[in-house]
């Protein structure tokens, strides 16, 4: 066995998602099972996972966790070794992992500083026989873990951040440090410090061995004022501790051999077939390229930027699916775009992971026309499922589409369209060359042929996330 690992973190596919971090937190244990790092995910019980405890062991209870009792339960449920936080007090309440019916929880900073200070416990400690060699937090909600570590000199665990999304910091009152248990000597702008408050984000930033995110691009945009939102110089001043490492898929979950009407690179027939299928079921009727978007409904995935280009794209003969929820005003716009389109653009608010599948099966192209993009996994569920990736020139998108040009047709590298700035404008021309790239069938079938072949899985990026780990381990 390499070591251990204690992945920590707020979200994880099987058991609770709003987005990639999910997918990525729950791909990584069996990603580098085969490296011979061994994982486990600590997540808290929030009330959607409780029934799970039933099936799960105590090893660890504290009498006094930032206001309430609380227990860690382990077992491995769905080929994950799990840990569940079970703090009622921060944790068994109706609504999402972040917010209730009226918006963020008031707490959070208590919520995510109790996780991160139990993973940063169980790192020194171990937890019933188990010792982790390495912590690695994801995010901001679990940003205070490697500074607890940090300032409970526990130096004989390495600790890595992962930053999936900058957008997120983890804001939290000054006022709230020492209830938040971190040490006060540490309020200053080389510290805990971020503008005059407190962020877990920086306090990871700023006391973990390793920093990463999931892109190469993003992790050089990071320190950048555009993308860095406030936090690129912290990044910047620790650019040797700074690497980008892209995320995978689950190609066993994002198969096309797998879905409704099974095709392959070899034989792309069940593609036609999932597309008839696909238009019958959003009422469809599109003579040009059939676009999907799969996606949050907010600023940052560019959505505003569709009702701008979609009426050129749908006049010259496309059409899309779109399927999301979010932002209340993009949801609106999707409306008004589906309504003005009968036939075109077909639309479903809401959050479908069956339906997804469908979509990406049966389109001929997928849409991502994002302001930033840390690495993105719908562009790679595109080039799986030989559906061509239409995407901004950031982050992730610019690391894993190769975008046609007379060079990349001619050497038979190209994927997808990609395209720069993330405008309207730019959007529209990238629509207009879909429409032209469809036209021309044989170059169009050896775009999806190239766009299969393109590796999505996981190996490359566990073997990275394998020897950082390697290097750290004390
Ligand atoms: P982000 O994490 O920023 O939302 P990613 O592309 O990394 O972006 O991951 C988004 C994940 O959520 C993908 O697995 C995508 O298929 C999924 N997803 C987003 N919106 C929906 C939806 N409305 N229905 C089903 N799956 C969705
Ligand atoms: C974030 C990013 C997305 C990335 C995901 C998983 O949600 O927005 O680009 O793919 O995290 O790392």
């Not at 309440?93 to 929880?105: C, I, L, T, V």
Request: hydrophobic share 45%; with cysteine; aromatic share 8%.
């Amino acid at each position: 066995m390499a070591g251990r690992v204690l992945s920590v973190a707020s979200e994880c596919v099987p058991f609770i998602k709003t987005g990639g971090l999910a997918d990525v937190v729950g791909a990584l244990p069996a990603a580098l099972a085969p490296t011979g790092w061994d994982m486990r995910v600590l997540l808290p019980a929030y009330r959607k996972l409780l029934p799970l405890l039933d099936q799960m062991t105590p090893v660890r209870s504290d009498s006094s966790l930032f206001g309430g009792e609380s227990r860690v339960y382990f077992g491995r449920i769905d080929g994950i070794d799990l840990l569940l936080l079970d703090a009622p007090h921060l944790f068994d309440r109706d609504g999402g992992p972040y917010s209730g019916p009226n918006g963020d929880w008031w707490d959070n900073p208590q919520r995510f500083a109790a996780l991160s200070w139990v993973a940063a416990q169980i790192a020194r400690d171990g937890i019933d026989g188990w010792k982790p060699d390495i912590l690695h937090a994801h995010d901001w909600q679990a940003g205070f873990a490697p500074a607890y570590l940090r300032y409970g000199n526990a130096s004989d665990v390495g600790s890595v951040l992962t930053i999936h999304n900058i957008a997120f910091q983890g804001w939290a009152d000054v006022r709230l440090m020492s209830d938040l248990r971190l040490p006060a000597d540490q309020f200053h702008p080389d510290g805990l410090e971020y503008y005059g408050n407190l962020s877990s984000l920086k306090a990871g930033l700023v006391t973990a061995d390793k920093i990463t995110t999931v892109s190469p691009t993003y992790a050089e945009e990071l320190m950048r004022p555009e993308f860095g939102m406030g936090l690129q110089g912290v990044i910047a001043a620790r650019a040797g501790d700074v690497s980008g490492i892209l995320n995978g898929v689950d190609t066993t979950v994002w198969n096309p051999e797998a879905e409704d009407h099974p095709f392959s690179a070899k034989s792309l027939s069940g593609k036609a077939k999932a597309r008839k299928a696909l238009c019958d079921e959003f009422g469809l009727d599109v003579p040009g390229p059939l676009a999907i978007v799969v996606s949050r409904l907010t600023d940052q995935k560019g959505i505003d930027l569709l009702p701008e280009a979609i009426p050129a794209f749908v006049a010259a003969g496309g059409g899309v699916a779109i399927l999301g929820s979010g932002d209340p005003a993009l949801e609106s716009a999707m409306r008004g775009l589906a309504a003005f389109h009968p036939g075109r653009v077909g639309l479903r608010i809401g959050y479908d992971e069956a339906l997804s599948h469908r979509m990406f099966a049966g389109a001929d192209a997928v849409l991502v026309p994002s302001r930033f993009e840390p690495c993105g996994l719908t562009q790679m569920y595109g080039l799986r499922y030989g559906t061509l990736p239409v995407v901004a020139a950031t982050g992730g998108l610019a690391d894993t589409v190769i975008g046609v040009s007379p060079a990349t047709l001619a050497a038979g590298s190209a994927t997808g369209i990609v395209f720069h700035p993330t405008d309207a404008i730019s959007l529209r021309q990238a629509l207009a060359k879909l429409v032209s790239l469809y036209a021309d069938q044989k170059t169009w079938v050896r775009l999806q042929k190239n766009a299969m072949a393109h590796p999505v899985d996981w190996q490359a990026s566990a073997s990275a996330y394998a020897a950082l780990y390697a290097g750290i381990v004390r």
